[in-house]
């Protein structure tokens, strides 16, 4: 795996690319927005990892940037900023994945993971797979273990945005506005309701759990612990 580091904290980047190194990822490594931005639209990476206040160019613009131009690698945004607010606007601006400060390098690591392998799992894509839980778009199908799982229609909407993301957390504001189609939070418990019943489906009966509730902050699903 080969990835870009955008932190313009010196001391900081030197401890994630040595890191990075030493977990077998090599890494490429910008100190400001302006540099950063240039690697990552002349190189190939399989992820990036881009802290959100750089100089020069701050690292949300260079989401956005980078998606105009159709350059879909995934993005790990790190921030100080790390209220929900902050997290859905990251996610909004073409992140994949947002990262509160401080945080420890081991959970950094898992989420740069498992951005490089759900990298390609994008809109074209006809089946999403989370361990094994799999889930065929073009069929209308959802197995587990090879079980066929029966799943009301927005059910199935449900769980593929969940897949879609696998791995990172999920906020009801997403869930309104990309499932329900609500620009609003109508503030009613549909969504726990639904997440429930979801739960329920792709989980009883099997050994592991996938779908986890994040306290104060959303849902995520993933096959790991």
């Avoid at 955008?6 to 540099?35: P, Q, R, W």
């Avoid at 089946?127 to 229609?153: F, M, S, T, W």
């Avoid at 009801?172 to 429930?196: A, G």
Wanted: hydrophobic share 40%; net charge negative.
């Amino acid at each position: 795996m080969k990835i870009l580091v955008i932190e313009d904290d010196l001391e900081a980047a030197a401890y994630l690319v040595k890191a990075f190194n030493e977990s077998g990822i090599v890494t490429d490594h910008a100190s400001d927005g302006d540099l950063g931005y240039y690697l990552a639209t002349e190189n190939k990476y399989d992820v990036m990892v881009i802290d959100r206040m750089l100089p020069k160019r701050d690292g949300l613009s260079i989401v956005q940037e980078l998606r105009e131009k159709s350059i879909d690698t995934p993005v790990l945004i790190l921030s100080a900023l790390g209220q929900v607010d902050d997290r859905v606007t990251g996610l909004r601006a073409g992140g994949d994945d947002y990262l509160p400060k401080p945080y420890s390098f081991s959970e950094l690591l898992a989420r740069v993971e498992v951005l490089g392998r759900r990298k390609g799992m994008r809109d074209n894509d006809t089946v999403y797979q989370v361990g094994d839980l799999e889930l065929d778009r073009l069929a209308h199908e959802v197995r587990r273990a090879g079980k066929k799982i029966n799943l009301q229609p927005r059910e199935f909407r449900l769980l593929e945005y969940l897949m879609k993301h696998a791995g990172q957390v999920v906020t009801r504001t997403m869930l309104l506005e990309n499932v329900w189609d609500y620009h609003f939070d109508p503030q009613t418990n549909v969504i726990d309701v639904h997440i429930s019943r979801l739960r329920s489906k792709i989980e009883k009966g099997f050994d592991k759990a996938l779908l986890r509730t994040v306290r104060g902050a959303g849902y995520i699903l993933k096959a790991d612990g």
